[in-house]
């Protein structure tokens, strides 16, 4: 078990490794002057030279890469281009809107994804499960952005029932806060709940197909219990695979879902970063999110082992 | 049918036995033939728009936020041009996108994937390599991609390809590992067959069917990036019509104008939807496998 955790660690970080060294490429190989590039088509030779100096082009590629990669590992992440703070500072101001946003459309997603491929699973063959399969279908189809300007559409603009736009901090109050999340955290998820729940109802389902279920039947266990206790338990590890997969579908649609609704996240902050060519803070989020991919898929499959013990490295 | 139809004793023409074949296929496959029916009319849309569109790009500020009517069939936008047009024109860029980061992702992924699943070189190096690649969230690299480089649709394209790359390697490989110990395969190299045909001629044909599927979900996906780019304004140049430059371009006046945001919302959906029922009948016909799986 310990090895398979090192073994495991270890192959994370050459992933790890990998994404930097390929992030850091990008910039070196774009046909041309990375500094030129950044600046613009405007700028005057002396702009050009700032940058240039400012990024350190002028050293070998070897001595800016391991130059790079020590700032990134003490948490220095560059000097943003166009506003000169820090981009790790820059990151941390807008974090708390991302993880809102991030956390309670995960926790919503899996709560109500995991739900509906149980109850499709359950009554498969039946119009709830022919629901459950067509409305995945759907979602999955339908943008982040045409979803979240038809909830604004509908909800806020025709109904008033919600704010259309923007974030309340936490501190303003858990209710504000809550009412302002409500649509991004649907917009967001849909896509998700509907990978979830197919992956759920297609693992249930091998599952129920087991002696075990039917012996469970037979004794006389309630519905309730054999489905939550006997096969959700063992459809676990597919299950938790997907959710860990469809992170990465979380990380691009938040930074759609923080446009659409005028969220000054992370996303945000990239997306801004695009008009004004500010590649440090496009840089710095990238590594950022990617590694949050990694880190989590990590974890997912360490906890393959606390939901099956029959499996062992 | 026909056999009955032939037991009676009356032989039906050759035509109304096509026919009922036809009919048939439409009953066992009917995500499929759904899917191909509305992809179908889509595509001879954007084949046919300058017949059937007028002008996407011809700005009439009288004629501003004029709602949907018998003149102006989706209404027009702010600057006061067709959204009819524009939608119809849009269609062209989603799945001229849709279609070649399809072709090229599955040609790129397919001789890694076939290169990595025989050579075991090859495969310690090449596939940490798609590991890290498949880290970095596709949206996040095209945007990187798309920073440095001037937009252009052929940009585009490139940005989305890479990160879809390493989903069709990962597929051909393992696919290849799996064929290389069927017993036909075990033959062609014991009888000393060279590795080009083998490859070829044995280990090749195999990877199609799963292939084809992913093809149409790299399809969709593709399609729903070049949008999501678009609309976030790192994809195609904003004077282009593509559906995502319109919904960008439009969604200050949501309020106002709802049908410049819905109209080419709408079309998007559909064809995403429609590539993936394509995808999912390909699935259940070509994969049982996998169509099992999901």
């Known amino acids: 078990m310990l090895a398979f955790i090192i073994r495991r660690l270890l192959s994370t970080v050459v992933v790890m490794a990998i994404v930097a060294v390929f992030i850091f490429l990008l910039l070196h190989l774009s046909p041309g002057d990375p500094a030129a590039i950044i600046v613009g088509d405007n700028a005057t030779p002396a702009q050009i030279d700032a940058v240039r100096k400012q990024l350190g082009l002028d050293d070998p590629l070897a001595v800016q890469f391991v130059r790079w ?28 809107p991302t993880v809102s946003l991030a956390a309670t459309t995960l926790l919503l997603a899996v709560v109500i994804a995991v739900s509906f491929g149980v109850l499709a ?27 979240g300007y038809l909830l604004i559409y509908v909800f806020s603009i025709k109904l008033g029932w919600l704010p259309v736009q923007g974030y309340a901090p936490l501190e303003d109050g858990v209710l504000v806060w809550a009412r302002h999340l409500v649509l991004p955290s649907i917009a967001l998820g849909l896509a998700y709940v509907a990978l979830i729940a197919r992956i759920t109802r297609t693992a249930m389902l091998d599952v129920l197909s087991e002696d075990y279920i039917r012996t469970a039947r037979a004794k006389g266990v309630a519905t309730g219990p054999v489905l939550m206790k006997h096969a959700l338990k063992n459809a676990g590890v597919p299950i938790v695979t997907v959710i860990g997969i469809g992170v990465a579908l979380l990380i691009g649609g938040v930074v759609i879902t923080e446009t659409v609704f005028n969220i000054p996240g992370v996303g945000r902050l990239v997306v801004d970063a695009i008009s004004q060519r500010d590649y440090p803070i496009i840089q710095g989020v990238t590594l950022l999110f990617s590694g949050i991919y990694v880190i989590v898929n990590l974890l997912v499959d360490l906890s393959y082992t606390l939901l099956d013990p029959r499996i062992r490295y | 049918m026909v056999d009955a139809a032939a037991a009676q004793g009356t032989l039906p023409s050759s035509r109304a036995r096509r026919g009922a074949r036809a009919w048939r296929f439409v009953r066992r496959n009917p995500t499929l033939v759904f899917g191909l029916v509305i992809l179908g009319v889509m ?13 996407p790009y011809s700005m009439k500020p009288v004629q501003r936020f004029k709602s949907p009517s018998a003149e102006f069939w989706f209404g027009t936008d702010n600057l006061g041009r067709d959204v009819y047009a524009r939608t119809i024109y849009g269609a062209r860029v989603s799945l001229a996108v849709g279609l070649s980061v399809a072709v090229l992702a599955v040609s790129a992924g397919l001789v890694i994937g076939l290169l990595a699943g025989f050579f075991r070189s090859v495969e310690l190096v090449v596939m940490r390599l798609m590991d890290g690649l498949m880290a970095i969230p596709a949206i996040l690299l095209a945007i990187a991609l798309i920073s440095l480089f001037k937009g252009s649709v052929a940009v585009v394209i490139v940005a989305i390809v890479i990160p879809e790359v390493p989903r069709v390697a990962r597929l051909v490989r393992s696919v290849v590992l799996t064929t290389r110990e069927q017993p036909y395969v075990e033959a062609a190299i014991a009888s000393g067959t060279r590795l080009r045909r083998i490859l070829w001629r044995h280990v090749l044909p195999s990877t199609f069917p799963p ?11 593709a399609i729903l990036i070049e949008a ?25 006046y949501l309020a106002r104008a709802p049908w410049t945001v819905f109209c080419p919302g709408i079309a998007l959906a559909l064809v995403v939807l429609a590539v993936n029922l394509v995808g999912d009948g390909l699935r259940d016909r070509l994969d049982p496998r996998i169509a099992r799986r999901m």
């Open chain 1, 69 to 96: 990669v020590s700032g990134v590992l003490t948490g220095d992440l560059g000097i943003s281009i166009f506003s000169h703070e820090p981009v790790n500072k820059l990151i941390g101001q807008r974090i708390e």
């Open chain 1, 121 to 147: 699973a359950w009554k498969v063959g039946t119009w709830v499960d022919r629901c459950v399969m067509v409305l995945s279908v759907l979602s999955f189809s339908v943008p982040v952005f045409v979803v």
């Open chain 2, 43 to 55: 595509l001879l849309a954007a084949l046919i728009a300058p017949w059937i569109a007028g002008d």
């Open chain 2, 211 to 221: 292939l084809i599927v992913q093809a149409t979900y790299i399809c969709a996906s």
């Open chain 2, 228 to 252: 999501g780019l678009s609309f976030l304004g790192a994809g195609t140049p904003p004077e282009i019509p593509t559906w995502g430059n319109m919904i960008a371009s439009s969604r200050v």
